[in-house]
């Protein structure tokens, strides 16, 4: 049983697709994450479960409820925790549970218990009425969540929610969203960190130019990778020239299934290769070639593994690519003005 169903999603804001025919299910009772650089549609996915945007075609099933037929009765059934924190300077951070308790129509009395509840399992007791405005990142990141669980909703959607907060409040976050995993809650959880998803998710899907390229658990990708990964690089300080030669002398060597350059490592080479049987014969190739190997690193795959097979790139140089992306399409929009 699915508790969100996606079907051929597209999505597009003027000449940019967001959305390229994304289908996704996410399984009642999971924590499921979707990975994948800024940029690659993660947000306009978890703002049409929301209801907050509708997609240009495609069908959207929340809880069993047609989200583009019924979206109020879909809103009953989730919690909603965005990547931009905006809540109330002015407010502390009770008087905003009890203001959002109100929105959602909850009665007196169990509206208390609730905020107590939640006030306790995110221990927000020491500064929990202290105007919003005094707040960290880690303590504004608290509230937010503790207001998308105040209804006690069946499925929960967080967009990045530990985005740029320090090691405590992200430890923190990740122990509640386990619990709430273990008591029966969907969630839907969207990041970009590697580590995150790889710890806290059971199911996954990667997101790359607006549609899925990869799903199953961290464990079933990495498996269907069948390979180990090799860090290389012959100088110090290599250019996309040099590295496009070792690439082609190294692609043919026996063992080797992928390589990619890695500019965001300064133009390093990453490979895909059977077994640590390869590296004798990667040394052997590079000593023919008279290349001298400055660094070079073996280790089991990884998530970013499944993204460089994939795609043919790294999560960082993804994140590279859009915001290069992003940024001309700004510059192109102010020079026609």
């Known amino acids: 049983m699915f508790a969100i169903e996606l079907q ?11 959305l390229n ?12 994450g979707l990975l994948g650089p800024n940029g690659a549609g993660k947000t306009s996915t978890l703002r049409i479960i929301c209801t907050l945007i509708a997609p240009d075609s495609g069908k959207v099933t929340v809880a069993g409820i047609n989200a583009l037929v019924n979206p109020r009765k879909v809103r009953r059934e989730l919690g909603y925790v965005a990547q931009e924190v905006a809540i109330d300077k002015i407010l502390t951070g009770r ?13 007196q009395r169990d509206k208390g218990k609730r ?10 007791g020491d500064w929990i009425d202290r105007r919003c405005g005094s707040y960290s990142g880690g303590m504004r990141r608290r509230v937010d969540l503790a207001s998308g669980l105040l209804h006690q909703p069946k499925i929960l959607v967080l967009d990045e929610p530990t985005v740029g907060l320090d090691i405590e409040s992200r430890s923190a976050i990740w122990e509640l969203l386990l619990q709430l995993k ?12 590697l580590e995150e998803v790889e710890t806290l998710a059971d199911q996954m899907a990667i997101i790359d130019d ?44 026996d063992g080797v299934r992928q390589v990619v ?11 895909v290769v059977d077994n640590q049987g390869s590296l004798p014969l990667l040394k052997e190739k590079l000593a023919q070639n008279n290349l001298q190997i400055f660094a070079m690193t ?31 399409r700004k510059e192109s929009k102010k020079s026609m003005r």
Not at 8 to 18: E, I, T
Not at 115 to 124: A, V, Y
Not at 261 to 271: C, D, E, K, T, V
């Open 261 to 271: 350059i890695n500019r965001a490592q300064g133009f390093s080479l990453n490979l």
């Open 95 to 107: 008087e905003l549970l009890n203001l959002q308790g109100d929105l959602y129509h909850l009665p």
């Open 21 to 32: 025919g994304l289908t996704l299910n996410v399984p009642e009772g999971s924590l499921y």
């Open 115 to 124: 905020i107590s509840e939640l006030i306790g399992l995110l221990d927000m």
């Open 182 to 193: 273990d008591q029966g809650t969907t969630l839907l959880l969207s990041s970009h960190y």
């Open 298 to 328: 073996h280790s089991l795959p990884s998530l970013d593994d499944v993204y460089l097979q994939a795609t043919g790139r790294t999560l960082l140089d993804a994140e590279l690519e859009m915001t290069a992306s992003r940024d001309l």
């Open 8 to 18: 051929k999603l597209m999505k597009s804001y003027g000449s940019v697709k967001a």
């Open 210 to 253: 607006g549609k899925v390229i990869a799903e199953g658990s961290p464990d079933e990708l990495k498996r269907a990778l069948g390979g180990d990964r090799v860090t290389l690089k012959v100088r110090e300080f290599s250019n996309a020239r040099e590295s496009e030669k070792v690439k082609e002398l190294l692609v043919n060597v």
